[in-house]
């Protein structure tokens, strides 16, 4: 199945609206034409089945049908230090694909970066979502300070720090704490350097369990896909 992607505001009762970037990809890539189906998410977790009944000037489709598919749980957030930017991205989308919900990226003290392009990474995260088939488009949060991150991680049921090998494995606090499944799972990562002492200080002092990933060093992006895969074995 292609998957195409609509705004809310783009969707009426019976019709939706592509936008420029999805028009051109439904006519001169996939050759769509009038009378052809598409299915169409608004990336909060409706599927719609559709017809083409226009091409010119918009593509408009008709609603033949809707499903709503709830958000799995426990919903995972991944919150990382900033990085170079291709390598953000990189984390971006594949983590879009491995089920994130939301992304939070943190101006750490080892950070090297502080910002993004925005509209770049939204563009990411819609094809990744449409590629893995997903419903839900991730939400993208910056936070200033890892203090500014920790004051509003409150909703985050079980929360996770990969500090460095000396704490226990990632693995083994899962199958501790996934005995009461929990409603949703925050991962941090640390940027090249990781997290200084204050930092891992102040993960404590918010319920964070300070976890490994395993004996060796690993890049930001590679930690964090790791980590989430072994999240995903759990909810799975």
Same mark, same amino acid.
């Given at each position: 199945m292609?998957?195409?992607?609509?705004?809310?505001?783009?969707?009426?009762?019976?019709?939706?609206?592509?936008?420029?970037?999805?028009? =051109?990809?439904?006519?001169?890539?996939?050759?769509?034409?009038?009378?052809?189906?598409?299915?169409?998410?608004d990336?909060?977790?409706?599927?719609f089945?559709?017809?083409?009944i226009?091409? =010119?000037?918009?593509?408009?489709? =008709?609603?033949?049908?809707r499903? &709503?598919?709830p958000?799995?749980?426990?919903?995972?957030?991944?919150?990382?230090?900033?990085?170079?930017p291709?390598?953000?991205? $990189?984390i971006?989308?594949?983590?879009?694909?491995?089920?994130?919900?939301?992304?939070?990226?943190?101006?750490?003290?080892?950070?090297?970066?502080?910002?993004?392009?925005?509209?770049?990474?939204?563009?990411?995260l819609?094809?990744?979502?449409?590629?893995?088939?997903?419903?839900?488009?991730?939400?993208?949060?910056? $936070?200033?300070?890892?203090?500014? $991150?920790?004051?509003?991680?409150?909703?985050?049921?079980?929360?996770l720090?990969?500090?460095?090998r000396? &704490?226990?494995?990632?693995?083994?606090?899962l199958?501790?704490?996934?005995?009461a =499944?929990?409603?949703?799972?925050?991962?941090?990562?640390?940027?090249e350097?990781?997290?200084?002492?204050?930092?891992?200080?102040?993960f404590?002092?918010?319920?964070f &369990?300070?976890?490994?990933?395993?004996?060796?060093?690993?890049r930001?992006?590679?930690?964090?896909?790791?980590?989430?895969?072994i999240?995903r074995? $759990?909810? &799975?």
């Amino acid at each position: 199945m292609e998957l195409f992607f609509a705004n809310p505001e783009n969707i009426q009762a019976d019709e939706i609206i592509l936008d420029d970037f999805e028009r =051109k990809h439904a006519l001169n890539v996939l050759r769509k034409s009038p009378g052809e189906p598409l299915a169409v998410t608004d990336g909060v977790g409706n599927l719609f089945r559709t017809t083409i009944i226009s091409e =010119k000037p918009q593509v408009r489709l =008709k609603i033949n049908g809707r499903e &709503h598919h709830p958000l799995p749980r426990p919903k995972i957030i991944l919150a990382v230090g900033f990085i170079r930017p291709n390598r953000l991205e $990189f984390i971006l989308e594949k983590g879009t694909e491995l089920g994130v919900s939301a992304f939070y990226l943190i101006q750490t003290v080892y950070a090297n970066y502080a910002s993004g392009n925005t509209g770049r990474w939204q563009k990411i995260l819609r094809q990744a979502m449409k590629q893995s088939l997903q419903y839900y488009l991730p939400q993208v949060q910056v $936070f200033a300070s890892l203090h500014d $991150f920790l004051t509003s991680s409150e909703f985050c049921t079980l929360r996770l720090a990969a500090i460095d090998r000396n &704490h226990p494995l990632l693995l083994d606090v899962l199958n501790e704490q996934f005995n009461a =499944k929990p409603e949703s799972v925050c991962l941090a990562i640390g940027p090249e350097g990781g997290f200084n002492p204050e930092e891992v200080d102040l993960f404590q002092e918010y319920g964070f &369990h300070a976890v490994s990933l395993g004996k060796s060093r690993l890049r930001t992006e590679t930690a964090a896909l790791s980590g989430i895969s072994i999240i995903r074995q $759990f909810i &799975h």
